[in-house]
């Protein structure tokens, strides 16, 4: 059975930083592309960033670049998103998502349960 564990979410203040880890099984970790996306109340689906099998190449969206970091350990079978200078419209239930090819649907993609991410003073 496919499993996607998200965990690290929080409250935490505008301009504060938090790590996520996302737990996978079920699956051959290293032979998926992984993603963060990310849905804020009231919202659709906004795709945040991916990252490749075995290289490492990550591509963010122009909303989180050079603020958000995508990173992979195909050792331990975890997906990690490292968040700075976080703003209040960044908070959003976040989603480690898995795909065989890149540049899929955002819909098509395999998500966990998400974890709650909340920037507010």
């Known amino acids: 059975e496919v499993q996607l564990m998200e965990f690290g979410g929080g409250l935490v203040q505008p301009g504060g930083s938090l790590n996520l880890s996302c737990l996978a099984s079920?699956?051959?970790?290293?032979?998926?592309?992984m993603h963060w996306v990310r849905q804020a109340p009231g919202k659709g689906l906004e795709w945040m960033a991916s990252?490749?099998?075995?290289?490492?190449?990550?591509a963010y969206a122009d909303s989180v670049k050079d603020r958000f970091f995508i990173s992979r350990d195909n050792t331990k079978n975890m997906l990690y998103l490292q968040l700075n200078s976080l703003k209040s419209e960044d908070t959003a239930l976040y989603y480690c998502?898995?795909?065989?090819?890149?540049?899929?649907?955002?819909?098509?993609?395999?998500r966990g349960q998400g974890t709650q991410v909340t920037v507010s003073s």
């Open positions: 998502a898995k795909s065989r090819l890149p540049d899929v649907p955002i819909e098509t993609m395999t």
């Open positions: 079920g699956f051959p970790f290293n032979k998926q592309w």
């Open positions: 990252i490749s099998v075995l290289t490492g190449r990550t």
